[in-house]
């Protein structure tokens, strides 16, 4: 899901227990459930539905950016095919497109969430719906428009180009394999990684880009323990910013170890997935040990990344020195 200012999902994925949809097999081309669609659009009034190779994009006719939009998308689902080949063996093929359902006013976005995904997405920009799998977003430009409604302490007015690669994100992680749903996945691994491909609207090879802004927060000082961190399966409760913090230290260390400990990464998607297929053992292992498994103790990991971050801060500082 996505909030205004910050992005969050897996209150959905937690939540389990919904069918998937359909899959095409074998197809040559890729297919849309067909079904879901029309049920969508019957939803939304004047609705106006366009495809592009992977995706389906059913929009309000007020929402102007339909092509701007499948861009994105499209290269959004580029950059998690690119991961999803680092990552796992043998990634699984998108046979059917992803649908998307595009709002320009947050009234009829919160009314769809509600009557159709039983969601109270009123603090969201964005959600990825798992079990229907479809992501559905807010995600007009609102410049010259009213502003934007604002919930706690949030300041900041989510990018919408952001909202979307981040659902999408969410939606083809799981398709490709990567990640597996069920219902005590880490919550920092899935908005980790969303919150890594928000940059693919600039581009597909803008994922794990820098983002300064949410740098700096954590820069600033942890707010969570990295073992505390690793094993949140929802967002953490307290005031906005405390939910901020949690999806940029989330970024930042997903970042960090895609970067410095790939194959230590690869293992652990490999053991999340493992343990999802374990889901109703009781002797599935903690999320801290999954963690440790994959990366060493928890406590030198939060020393080499808490270090680098500080070291990256004393670069920055000195590049602007005179
Ligand atoms: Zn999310």
């Not at 690669?165 to 880490?186: C, K, M, S, W």
């Amino acid at each position: 899901m996505s909030f205004v200012g910050v992005t969050i999902s897996s209150l959905l994925l937690a939540s389990g227990g919904l069918a998937e949809g359909a899959r095409g097999v074998g197809a040559p081309e890729r297919t849309t459930a067909d079904a879901m669609v029309r049920r969508v659009e019957r939803e939304i009034p004047g609705a106006v539905r366009v495809a592009s190779e992977r995706f389906v994009l059913v929009a309000d006719p007020h929402y102007g950016a339909r092509e701007r939009t499948l861009a994105i998308l499209e290269r959004t689902a580029d950059a998690v095919e690119t991961f999803a080949d680092r990552m796992i063996d043998e990634p699984r093929p998108q046979r059917e497109r992803v649908l998307a359902v595009a709002f320009t006013d947050s009234t009829s976005f919160e009314h769809f969430a509600r009557d159709v995904d039983r969601l109270d997405a009123s603090w969201m920009s964005g959600y990825w719906a798992p079990g229907a799998d479809r992501v559905v977003f807010r995600a007009a430009r609102t410049d010259g428009d009213s502003p934007e409604r604002h919930h706690g302490t949030f300041a900041a007015v989510a990018d919408p180009d952001a909202t979307i690669a981040h659902e999408a994100a969410h939606a083809l992680l799981h398709r490709l394999g990567v990640q597996r749903r069920a219902p005590r996945t880490p919550l920092w691994i899935s908005e980790g990684l969303a919150v890594a491909f928000e940059p693919c609207g600039h581009g597909a090879d803008a994922a794990f880009a820098p983002q300064p802004e949410r740098e700096a927060r954590v820069r600033r000082g942890p707010t969570f323990a990295l073992r505390d961190l690793v094993v949140a399966t929802s967002v953490p409760p307290g005031d906005a910013s405390a939910v901020e913090a949690f999806y940029d230290e989330s970024w930042s260390l997903a970042r960090w170890l895609v970067t410095e400990r790939p194959t230590e990464f690869r293992t652990y998607l490999g053991l999340l997935r493992e343990a999802a297929r374990e889901n109703a053992r009781s002797k599935r292992p903690t999320a801290l040990a999954t963690f440790e498994r994959a990366f060493g103790p928890v406590d030198a990991v939060e020393a080499a990344w808490r270090g680098s971050l500080s070291a990256a801060g004393e670069a920055a500082t000195s590049d602007r020195a005179p």
